[in-house]
């Protein structure tokens, strides 16, 4: 073989393995944004009660049923909140079972969607999986939630070899539906975009006024949620009446 031929094969040789580390690294490095706390600081603590107790006060307060409103939330107050409250959840309810692989999902909100990702435990080794979310309503009152993006690390995966992701989202899914009394509007979107399908962008309150989406805004770190509250069926059949 030629001096020549030989050093373009070492040449080659070295460019492929130096691409195959690249992308190795790639896939095993979090996302710059996910950063769930190892110690919750008090300060975290607090914001976590804080966007729980205002999306319950939001939802429940009374209002004349043609009025809209709008909620706004924060990237952080979210990332809090998953990082805080979602594990009391999941401790205090014995028919949720968190996946023991699965370590604490953070997300990170833009004008293109919603990116959720979360940690998995392999073995001796530590992946992240994210997928953004983009949400959309449409005139019929339903909301449709597409997932246009993958990621393992921070290697981006074409949406069509996402079943990794998916399955842990069945799983996820699954691990909370133990009981039908626990299957709220949350998983039921969950379900939805597992399989590509619009839910009702609306649900009951404990006292039968429902409560309908009617916009999502997102932005670099937060989202608006425009809704407006209607009465309980029975309150407006009393009226037409």
């Known amino acids: 073989m030629r001096p020549r031929r030989i050093h373009f094969t070492l040449l080659c040789l070295t460019g492929v393995i130096c691409a195959a580390s690249f992308v190795w690294r790639l896939s095993r490095a979090a996302p710059s944004w ?25 939802f429940q307060e009374l209002r004349p049923p043609a009025e809209t409103w709008i909620l706004r939330v924060r990237e952080y107050q979210l990332n809090d909140w998953l990082a805080v409250r979602l594990p009391a959840w999941i401790a205090h309810d014995p ?3 968190w996946p023991s692989e699965l370590g604490t999902p953070q997300l990170h909100i833009d004008e293109t969607g919603v990116t959720l990702a979360v940690s998995v435990k392999q073995a001796d080794t530590v ?33 069509d070899a996402s079943e990794y992701a998916v399955n842990l989202l069945s799983r996820t899914v699954a691990s909370v539906q133990q009981k039908p ?13 597992i399989n590509n399908q619009s839910v009702d962008a609306g649900f009951k309150l404990a006292d039968d006024r429902r409560v309908r989406i009617k916009n999502i ?5 937060y989202m608006e949620i425009t809704s407006c509250t209607l009465p309980a069926e029975s309150t407006r059949s009393a009226k037409a009446e």
């Open 217 to 221: 805004t997102l932005a670099d770190g």
């Open 95 to 97: 028919s949720l079972d």
């Open 127 to 159: 992946r992240y999986v994210s997928a953004r979310l983009a949400p959309k309503l449409d005139d019929k009152g339903s909301i449709h939630v597409t997932i246009d993006r993958i990621s393992l690390g921070k290697l981006a995966l074409p949406v």
């Open 34 to 58: 996910y950063n769930p706390p190892d110690v919750i600081s008090p300060e975290q603590a607090r914001s976590a009660e804080t966007v729980e107790y205002n999306f319950i006060q939001k």
């Open 181 to 193: 009394d626990t299957v709220n509007a949350a998983q039921e979107l969950l379900t939805a975009i």
